[in-house]
Protein backbone atom coordinates (compact mmCIF):
# COMPACT_ATOMS: atom_id res chain seq x y z
CA UNK A 1 0.00 0.00 0.00
CA UNK A 2 1.21 3.42 -0.58
CA UNK A 3 2.04 5.55 2.39
CA UNK A 4 -0.33 9.31 2.98
CA UNK A 5 0.89 12.37 4.75
CA UNK A 6 -2.09 12.96 7.30
CA UNK A 7 -2.32 16.04 9.39
CA UNK A 8 -3.41 15.40 12.60
CA UNK A 9 -4.10 19.13 13.79
CA UNK A 10 -6.90 20.28 11.48
CA UNK A 11 -9.02 18.01 12.47
CA UNK A 12 -8.62 18.69 16.13
CA UNK A 13 -8.51 22.18 15.71
CA UNK A 14 -11.75 22.38 13.70
CA UNK A 15 -14.03 20.01 15.73
CA UNK A 16 -12.87 22.98 18.92
CA UNK A 17 -13.76 25.93 16.76
CA UNK A 18 -17.06 23.88 16.28
CA UNK A 19 -17.83 23.21 19.49
CA UNK A 20 -16.72 26.64 21.05
CA UNK A 21 -18.64 28.07 18.39
CA UNK A 22 -21.82 26.47 19.16
CA UNK A 23 -21.54 27.05 23.27
CA UNK A 24 -20.61 30.35 22.43
CA UNK A 25 -23.09 32.79 23.89
CA UNK A 26 -23.75 35.39 21.43
CA UNK A 27 -25.52 34.16 18.32
CA UNK A 28 -23.88 36.44 16.12
CA UNK A 29 -20.51 35.00 16.41
CA UNK A 30 -21.65 31.88 15.07
CA UNK A 31 -23.61 33.55 12.32
CA UNK A 32 -20.48 35.45 11.85
CA UNK A 33 -17.84 33.06 11.43
CA UNK A 34 -20.65 30.61 9.42
CA UNK A 35 -18.86 32.51 6.56
CA UNK A 36 -16.47 29.95 4.99
CA UNK A 37 -13.49 33.37 4.64
CA UNK A 38 -14.22 33.92 8.17
CA UNK A 39 -14.30 30.06 9.45
CA UNK A 40 -10.60 29.43 7.34
CA UNK A 41 -9.25 32.74 9.07
CA UNK A 42 -9.54 31.63 12.24
CA UNK A 43 -8.24 27.92 11.60
CA UNK A 44 -5.10 29.46 10.35
CA UNK A 45 -4.85 31.82 13.01
CA UNK A 46 -4.36 29.01 15.65
CA UNK A 47 -2.80 26.72 13.24
CA UNK A 48 -0.43 29.34 12.80
CA UNK A 49 0.43 29.62 16.70
CA UNK A 50 0.53 25.46 17.34
CA UNK A 51 3.08 22.80 16.57
CA UNK A 52 1.23 20.81 13.69
CA UNK A 53 1.67 16.95 14.26
CA UNK A 54 1.84 14.70 11.06
CA UNK A 55 1.99 11.10 10.73
CA UNK A 56 2.73 8.78 7.88
CA UNK A 57 0.15 6.15 7.35
CA UNK A 58 -0.84 3.39 4.76
CA UNK A 59 -3.65 5.41 2.82
CA UNK A 60 -6.81 3.17 3.64
CA UNK A 61 -6.17 3.32 7.00
CA UNK A 62 -5.96 7.13 7.41
CA UNK A 63 -9.25 7.43 5.89
CA UNK A 64 -11.14 5.80 8.36
CA UNK A 65 -9.28 7.86 11.33
CA UNK A 66 -11.86 9.23 13.70
CA UNK A 67 -10.02 10.00 16.85
CA UNK A 68 -7.10 12.34 17.03
CA UNK A 69 -7.37 13.98 19.66
CA UNK A 70 -4.87 11.70 22.04
CA UNK A 71 -2.49 13.27 19.59
CA UNK A 72 -1.85 16.39 22.12
CA UNK A 73 -1.76 16.78 26.34
CA UNK A 74 -4.92 17.70 28.12
CA UNK A 75 -2.50 21.32 28.77
CA UNK A 76 -2.54 21.48 24.50
CA UNK A 77 -6.14 21.21 24.31
CA UNK A 78 -6.48 23.95 26.41
CA UNK A 79 -3.95 26.05 24.41
CA UNK A 80 -5.55 25.02 21.74
CA UNK A 81 -8.89 26.44 23.14
CA UNK A 82 -7.50 29.80 24.35
CA UNK A 83 -5.99 30.28 20.54
CA UNK A 84 -9.69 29.77 19.23
CA UNK A 85 -11.10 32.57 21.77
CA UNK A 86 -8.03 34.70 21.02
CA UNK A 87 -8.43 34.32 16.94
CA UNK A 88 -12.20 35.36 17.86
CA UNK A 89 -11.46 38.44 19.43
CA UNK A 90 -8.82 39.58 17.23
CA UNK A 91 -10.83 38.87 13.72
CA UNK A 92 -14.38 40.40 15.03
CA UNK A 93 -11.38 43.34 16.76
CA UNK A 94 -10.88 44.43 12.78
CA UNK A 95 -14.55 44.83 11.69
CA UNK A 96 -13.24 45.46 8.32
CA UNK A 97 -12.75 42.19 8.19
CA UNK A 98 -16.11 40.75 8.96
CA UNK A 99 -18.50 44.06 7.95
CA UNK A 100 -17.12 43.97 4.61
CA UNK A 101 -18.88 44.84 1.46
CA UNK A 102 -17.90 43.37 -2.17
CA UNK A 103 -15.96 46.20 -3.96
CA UNK A 104 -18.71 46.73 -6.63
CA UNK A 105 -20.82 47.01 -4.35
CA UNK A 106 -19.60 49.98 -2.25
CA UNK A 107 -18.50 51.51 -5.40
CA UNK A 108 -22.26 51.66 -6.60
CA UNK A 109 -23.32 52.52 -3.04
CA UNK A 110 -20.88 55.51 -2.88
CA UNK A 111 -21.62 57.13 -6.65
CA UNK A 112 -25.25 57.38 -5.93
CA UNK A 113 -26.10 61.30 -5.02
CA UNK A 114 -28.05 61.63 -1.61
CA UNK A 115 -32.13 62.95 -1.81
CA UNK A 116 -31.31 63.71 1.98
CA UNK A 117 -31.70 67.87 0.89
CA UNK A 118 -34.12 67.52 -1.62
Sequence with gaps: MTQTIVNLTLPIVTDKIDDILAAYPLYEY??????P????????YVLARLPVVYVTMDSGVACDMTSTGHCYS????DQIKQLIHQGIDALLGRPETWQRRP???RAEAESVPSSWFG
Design 37 to 44: ELRQKLTA
Design 103 to 105: SAE
Design 74 to 77: SEQH
Design 30 to 35: RQVFAV
